[in-house]
């Protein structure tokens, strides 16, 4: 059984910076994409940025490009979110997700997503 657990939410001014991070257990870390995705109040959930399981390859929502940054420490089993510039339009529950297959490159869906972490709220005051 894979468990993600994400930190590194919280509230901050618009144009302020938070890092997530989220940690994997149960699971070849190292093999498997990872991606992050946010939820807003009544709207449905999105991808925001997503990392291919060598790191090598990256995929950012058009929203976020420039601004956030997504990592990855295989060794630490750990993915960032690097979230520079930010916007009240970010306010949002951020989630981060592990591909159900191994070996392939960063999935920009939901349901290429095996596994969910549970959330950390950002919230971004103007």
């Known amino acids: 059984q894979v468990q993600l657990v994400e930190s590194g939410g919280g509230l901050v001014q618009a144009g302020g910076s938070l890092r997530l991070s989220c940690t994997a257990s149960?699971?070849?870390?190292?093999?498997?994409?990872m991606g992050w995705f946010r939820q807003a109040p009544g709207k449905e959930r999105e991808v925001v940025a997503a990392?291919?399981?060598?790191?090598?390859?990256?995929y950012y929502a058009d929203s976020v490009k420039v601004r956030f940054t997504i990592s990855r420490d295989n060794a630490k089993k750990t993915v960032y979110l690097q979230m520079n510039s930010l916007k009240p339009e970010d306010t949002a529950v951020y989630y981060c997700?592990?591909?159900?297959?191994?070996?392939?490159?960063?999935?920009?869906?939901?349901?290429?997503?095996?596994?969910w972490g549970q959330g950390t709220q950002v919230t971004v005051s103007s």
């Open positions: 149960g699971r070849t870390f190292s093999r498997y994409a």
């Open positions: 997700a592990v591909r159900g297959v191994p070996w392939v490159e960063a999935g920009t869906t939901e349901n290429e997503y095996a596994y």
């Open positions: 990392i291919s399981y060598s790191g090598s390859n990256t």
